[in-house]
């Protein structure tokens, strides 16, 4: 029997079928100016429960990484893709955050029954049967767990780039298009790490207003 919950969604639903190892997938990244999309995919025992779960964006950095700990200690399996900022140019961001997931359900073991998708939209992965929610990242533990993972992987990842290139401000944009951001492109251009198809839009924005 399926949990029962209400429509705004305040209680994390452990499972979407009661009877499958199901897997939840989310990703991080798909509108920043630089760095890659990251996706994880995550497969959590039946019940599953952590006090501060919920979708990534609505949780501090602290409790991100304190669940990033316990769920990587008490996931049944687990993985991370990362589709770097010249892939992504090259078959654009939606392949690319379709390419990550697939990468990141490749690495589960048990293989999933059914997966969770977070969004609208999925290219099929094998012939596992799947399910779109919109903000599934604040209905169902797993696809929780998963945006949690991919988030902290993500984050982690840009502070190693910000070392390199320490101008844009990595360490507190992690690669989204804020104003301290743009302000770095307008004085030093695009480094490696930019995404050129996103960045020649954004700055051309910049300049018109």
């Known amino acids: 029997m399926k949990k029962t919950y209400s429509y705004l969604y305040l209680v994390l639903l452990n499972f979407y079928n009661e009877e499958l190892i199901e897997a939840g997938c989310d990703e991080a990244g798909r509108g920043c100016l630089a760095g890659p999309v990251v996706a994880a995919a995550v497969i959590l025992p039946k019940d599953f429960h952590h006090p501060l779960l919920n979708d990534s964006k609505k949780v501090t950095e602290a409790n991100r990484n304190t669940l990033r700990e316990y769920i990587e200690a008490n996931a049944v399996s687990y993985g991370v893709a990362f589709i770097d900022a010249e892939e992504i140019d090259k078959i654009n961001i939606l392949k690319a955050a379709m390419k990550a997931m697939h990468g990141a359900i490749d690495q589960l073991?048990?293989?999933?029954?059914?997966?969770?998708?977070?969004?609208?939209?999925?290219?099929?992965?094998?012939?596992?049967?799947?399910?779109?929610?919109?903000?599934?990242?604040g209905r169902f533990t797993a696809i929780a767990a998963a945006s949690i993972l991919a988030k902290t992987y993500r984050d982690e990842f840009m502070l190693k780039l910000h070392e390199e290139f320490p101008a844009y401000k990595w360490d507190k944009n992690k690669g989204y298009g804020t104003a301290d951001h743009r302000k770095a492109l307008e004085a030093f251009g695009q480094c490696v790490y930019h995404r050129k198809t996103f960045q020649l839009k954004e700055v051309q924005?910049?300049?018109?207003i």
């Open 109 to 137: 073991k048990p293989k999933p029954k059914q997966l969770l998708i977070d969004g609208n939209y999925f290219i099929p992965y094998k012939k596992i049967p799947h399910q779109c929610f919109v903000k599934g990242d």
């Open 205 to 208: 924005l910049k300049l018109s």
